[in-house]
Each structure stands twice: as structure tokens, then as C-alpha cells.
């Protein structure tokens, strides 16, 4: 007997089908796709041999997340930190540069390179926090109250009209914007601001990582785990 029916095979799905497997329930899990993953598969999609990601690659918050730190897969998996978390090109060849390292990033930026550093300082001093605030349900009280407040604020100034008033050039302001973006979604508006809030600040710490041999090892190492405690997966279901 099913204890537990997860529908998609997707990184949340599987993530709850282990936990749930792991409280020693019976799980199933439905996918209507013909494999399993979701956002995070790998396919041969040009020549053999050459494995692409169809949905994401570089996974930002996956070295600080508490779920992979619980489910091993920090560990489990090989993953790639780049020096360089990521980039935003700009007109006559220039480029804003997001180093791993806050103080280079800075550097790199001139006149906003101050006012870069203290909008991100304070988050990652207390990342932690942060992590455990945004990756939570919001309606509670924090734990680390002081990560929230910083995190709030610079969501409410980043998201709203004075989202600019914080720097002077052009560079800083548009490689916030690439990272803003990320969240599909208005700009400025809180959510896209907070959205790009933890995106930059997991650049300047854990780094924006990625995994040896594509996405779809994620999903796979979760997967083993799930029928190595007696989970199911249907595809083409």
C-alpha cells in the first residue's frame, strides 16, 4: 500500500518523496514525462555523446541549501565553482563581473564599488539567516531577526522607485539587474528584487555552482536514494 503519491518528477518532487521515504513511508512517484527530472534533465540534444541541460544549469543557491546539505547531495554530487559566478555585458564591449570574491567585485565596479559592498555585506555576514528567512514560509518569526530586516529593507529599496538612488554609474546597477531578472517577472517589484538579493549575495559566497555531468545528476541521486528505500517512480504516467 502507497503511503505517499507525489505527482512530477521535478527537484521538488523528488526532494519530497526522499523525505518522506526517509520518515519510513511508502512512496510513488507519477511522472508524465518519459524521464524523470523535470527542470533539472539532461538529454543528447545535438550529437551524440554531448550532454545539454534542457531547463537549468547552474543551480545559485544549491551550495548553501540547507535541503541538499540534509540530503547529502553536497557530497554526493561533484559540483564546479566558478571564480567568476556571472557576468552582464554592456554596450562597447564592457562587462559588469560578479567575482566569488565581494572585495574584487567592488574593485572592478569604480564609483559604485562601496555602494555595491554595502548593500551586499551585511547579507552575506549573516547568510545564514537569510538562507533560513527566504527559504521558509514568511508568516513567522525569524530566526536570525537581524538577517530579515537587512534582507527586507534592501528588498523594499530595490524593488521599489528607489532602486537607483543607491549608485552613481551604470555598470552596478545593470549587473544587479541580470540578477534580478532571473525571477521572470516586473522590475522593479519586491518579489524580482528579492528574488535578485539572494542570487548576488550566494555570487559573492557559496558561489553559483554547477554539476559534473549535468542537471539530471541531481535528479538521479535522488532517485537512487527513493528506490533504495523502497520508492517507485512510474513514467509515462
Known amino acids: 500500500m502507497t ?9 521538488n518532487g523528488l526532494v519530497a518523496a526522499v523525505i518522506a521515504a526517509r520518515a519510513g513511508l511508502s512512496v510513488r512517484v507519477l511522472e508524465a514525462g518519459s524521464t524523470i527530472g523535470g527542470g533539472i534533465r539532461t538529454a543528447e540534444l545535438t550529437l551524440p555523446g554531448f550532454r545539454h541541460d534542457v531547463c537549468s544549469a547552474v543551480h545559485p543557491a544549491a551550495l548553501a541549501s540547507p535541503v541538499f546539505k540534509k540530503l547529502g547531495l553536497l557530497d554526493r554530487i561533484e559540483w564546479i565553482v566558478p571564480e567568476l559566478s556571472y557576468a552582464h555585458p554592456l554596450e562597447g564591449g564592457r562587462a559588469g563581473l560578479a567575482w566569488r570574491d565581494l572585495d574584487r567585485t567592488a574593485d572592478g565596479l569604480g564609483v559604485d564599488g562601496e555602494a555595491w559592498r554595502r548593500l551586499l555585506a551585511p547579507l552575506l555576514a549573516r547568510w545564514r539567516g537569510v538562507v533560513d528567512f527566504t527559504g521558509s514560509q514568511l508568516l513567522r518569526v525569524p530566526r536570525d531577526p537581524i538577517a530579515a530586516v537587512q534582507y527586507g529593507l534592501r528588498a523594499l529599496e530595490q524593488g521599489t522607485g528607489l532602486w537607483n538612488t543607491r549608485f552613481r554609474g551604470e555598470v552596478a546597477p545593470a549587473l544587479f539587474a541580470g540578477s534580478v531578472a532571473h525571477a521572470a517577472g516586473g522590475m522593479p517589484t519586491l518579489a524580482s ?19 559534473v ?10 532517485a537512487d536514494e527513493l528506490r533504495g528505500r523502497g520508492g517507485e517512480i512510474v513514467t509515462d504516467a
Not at 503511503?3 to 527537484?11: A, I, K, L, Q
Not at 528579492?194 to 554539476?211: C, D, N, S, V
Open 3 to 11: 503511503d505517499v503519491t507525489v505527482v512530477g518528477s521535478g527537484p
Open 193 to 211: 528584487a528579492g528574488a535578485g538579493l539572494l542570487l548576488a549575495m550566494h555570487a559573492h559566497g557559496a558561489g553559483w555552482g554547477f554539476p
Open 213 to 222: 555531468g549535468g542537471s539530471q545528476v541531481i535528479a538521479d541521486a535522488l
